[in-house]
């Protein structure tokens, strides 16, 4: 590596392109294993975790190409495990309500989402700093 050459984030994209992976996955089990399964209801709210998922996977691999762009690392490596615990606390809290019903993981949902916005906040302190 030179020093006016820098690398992207690569654990930040193997993890966002495997939570990609996943959200295609879970969308099609979503589409074709759980129509007739979930009420109408229960398929819109898995749907809403499956975007989710795919919109901040996305994100993550976005976040993992900024510091070539002369972006901070170390904010957006902070912005990154915002956006993993998103996906696992927003989209996971939301997959379990649906398919098994525990209704204890419903608070765990706002969580998820605070920390969505957290690592969208860290992603335009990190526009700033450059």
């Known amino acids: 590596m030179t020093a006016n050459h820098v690398e992207p984030l ?6 966002g392109a495997l939570f ?3 959200a295609v996955m879970t969308g099609a ?12 209801r229960g398929l819109e709210v898995f749907q809403t975790a499956v975007t989710y998922q795919i919109y901040h996977s996305l994100a993550l691999i976005l976040v993992s190409m900024l510091p070539v762009a002369g ?3 170390h904010l ?6 915002f956006f993993v615990a998103g996906i696992l606390l927003f989209s996971g809290s ?3 309500l649906v398919l098994t019903d525990m209704r204890w993981v419903g608070p765990v949902t706002p969580v998820g ?4 916005m957290v690592g969208w906040i860290l992603v335009i302190i990190s526009g700033f700093r450059r």
């Open 10 to 15: 690569r654990p930040v994209l193997i993890c």
């Open 20 to 22: 990609a992976l996943l």
């Open 113 to 116: 989402g605070i920390s969505f």
């Open 94 to 96: 939301l997959y379990l």
């Open 76 to 81: 957006l490596g902070i912005a990154a495990g």
């Open 71 to 73: 972006l901070p690392r």
């Open 29 to 40: 089990f979503g589409a074709h294993g759980l129509r007739g399964a979930l009420s109408e």
